[in-house]
């Protein structure tokens, strides 16, 4: 079933659809920078970029099963040829609650051109005390600042996560575009 878009405005910037304005709501909870639409690269336009250590290109989607990430070719294709050498993230329409890496929940999929896609958890940095993510195969480097200490920056989460993500949700609901 393909649910049309609603037009959402989100701390003054207006959404194409309420999960683009979903998951600024979320960066802002997470206290991660960001900004939308930002970079006009090769015939790809990444819904955000997220300013961290070093910046992280975002992609959402409204894929609502792990399965769905399957259908995402295209893409993850316009991502990989987009010119951008650092990571990117696909995000869906929610939070999987499935064992991911190391952590409990998996957040998306992320891309490095060093070691292509993987799944990728949240986790709460012990070091930094920041919200960040890993990939579940490769780098469990904190994104958000750089932390690294194999795992042992890693402090695994409950349900600090889906619990931001419904908080996100509740602060966009009624917000049509302007």
Sequence with gaps: ????????????????SRLEAKWAAMFDLLGWRWEYEPEDLHMY??????????????EVKPVSSVEDF?????????????????????????IWDRPCGDGFYQLGWIWSPRDGWDDAFPFRCIDCGSYSFASASYSWQCRVKGCYEGNGHIDRLTDDFQSLFRQAGNMVQWRPAA
């Design 1 to 16: 079933m393909n649910v049309p878009a609603i037009p959402t405005t989100y701390a003054g910037v207006n959404f194409r």
């Design 70 to 94: 399957a259908e995402m070719a295209p893409e993850r294709a316009k991502i990989q040829q987009s010119g951008w050498d650092g990571e990117a993230i696909i995000v869906g329409s929610r």
């Design 45 to 58: 336009i990444p819904d955000f970029v997220l300013y961290f250590d070093r910046p992280l290109l975002v």
